[in-house]
């Protein structure tokens, strides 16, 4: 409805919604609340580059990324950084799964990121160098519960998703900047 694709599992297979929407070229936002009654799979294969940070509140979910050993996504706020690449995503059954997720091709990168930071801060030729740093804040969670509620909602505005994206790139990039100078700090015996 109004630009919102709203899916549903089949009735044997789950019960919830998941809800989405593209508000722009290359910019994919997503939520869901939905209980899978047995094991699922979904497999995907991505052939661009794309960051994706997302928060998992709650769920029994798996990522096989490229044939690799399966990884356990725990609940929090994680950063995905495809170079392309294809995988599976399993889902475990009886364990509701909440989420809420910003996908970012990397030509919405180049067009609508990169010049709102300086090369210090936000230097697009190294997002997939990024380090697995530990993104869960309660400023990063406000965010994506913002994002929920207002899919949820039915809200489809470009440029409420866009400034929204902007103001996640701005702390997530913030804080990535911060545990770089702590681990800096560590390596070098405290001395900086």
């Given at each position: 409805h109004n630009g919102i694709c709203t899916l549903q599992p089949q009735?044997?297979?789950?019960?919830?919604?998941?809800?989405?929407?593209?508000?722009?070229?290359?910019?994919?936002?997503s939520t869901g609340s939905w209980i899978p009654y047995a094991s699922m799979?979904?497999?995907?294969?991505?052939?661009?580059?794309?960051?994706?940070?997302?928060?998992?509140?709650?769920?029994?979910?798996?990522?096989?990324?490229?044939?690799?050993?399966?990884?356990?996504?725990?609940?929090g706020i994680h950063l995905y950084l495809n170079k392309p690449s294809q995988g599976r995503v399993l889902y475990q059954p009886n364990i509701p799964i909440s989420y809420a997720s910003v996908l970012l091709f990397e030509d919405y990168i180049e067009k609508n990121l990169q010049d709102r930071f300086t090369p210090d801060d936000f230097d697009y030729?190294?997002?997939?160098?990024?380090?697995?740093?530990?993104?869960?804040?309660?400023?990063?969670?406000?965010?994506?519960?913002?994002?929920?509620?207002?899919?949820?909602a039915g809200e489809t505005s470009r440029l409420y998703y866009e400034s929204?994206?902007?103001?996640?790139?701005?702390?997530s990039v913030r804080r990535l900047i911060?545990?770089?100078?702590?681990f800096v700090f560590h390596v070098h015996g405290g001395v900086l």
């Open positions: 009735n044997r297979q789950g019960y919830g919604n998941i809800y989405q929407v593209q508000p722009t070229d290359g910019l994919f936002l799979e979904r497999k995907y294969e991505i052939n661009q580059k794309l960051v994706k940070i997302y928060y998992l509140e709650s769920g029994g979910v798996t990522l096989i990324q490229n044939g690799r050993k399966a990884q356990p996504i725990t609940e030729a190294e997002v997939y160098d990024w380090k697995a740093f530990d993104y869960n804040t309660p400023e990063i969670g406000t965010l994506f519960l913002q994002i929920r509620d207002k899919l949820i929204k994206v902007g103001e996640l790139t701005r702390v911060e545990q770089e100078a702590v």
